[in-house]
Nanobody, 126 residues
Framework: QVELVQSGGGLVQAGGSLRLSCAAS????????VGWFRQAPGKEREFVSA????????YYADSLKGRSTIAKDRADNTVTLQIDNLKPEDTAIYYC???????????????????WGQGTQVTVSS
């Protein structure tokens, strides 16, 4: 079992950047896929990005491709998500999630992840 602890987020002006972090407590991310999802008020949780820890392969939602970067930090056992050129429609609660048994076709499916962080609010002002 792995506990996920998130940090980062907050209030950002449109056009700005932010970095979210997801740290693993209890065990290494070594065999896990770590994903980021977001949920805006009244909307379903949607996939943002993911990384397979061992291979380093990364995946991005089309809406954030080109302005987001997911990365792993082996030393801190942490996955970070940076989003640039933020837009008001990026406002949401952002969650990190992890699972050790995902196949590629399931990476963007929130229901397939077993472990979740506590969520962090990101608000982008226009």
């Amino acid at each position: 079992q792995v506990e996920l602890v998130q940090s980062g987020g907050g209030l950002v002006q449109a056009g700005g950047s932010l970095r979210l972090s997801c740290a693993a407590s209890g065990r290494s991310f070594r065999t896990y896929t770590v994903g980021w999802f977001r949920q805006a008020p009244g909307k379903e949780r949607e996939f943002v990005s993911a990384i397979k820890w061992n291979s380093g392969h990364t995946y991005y939602a089309d809406s954030l491709k080109g302005r987001s970067t997911i990365a792993k930090d082996r030393a801190d056992n942490t996955v970070t998500l940076q989003i640039d050129n933020l837009k008001p429609e990026d406002t949401a609660i952002y969650y990190c999630a992890a699972d050790s048994h995902l196949i590629q076709s399931s990476i963007s499916n929130a229901a397939q992840y077993d472990y979740w962080g506590q969520g962090t609010q990101v608000t982008v002002s226009s």
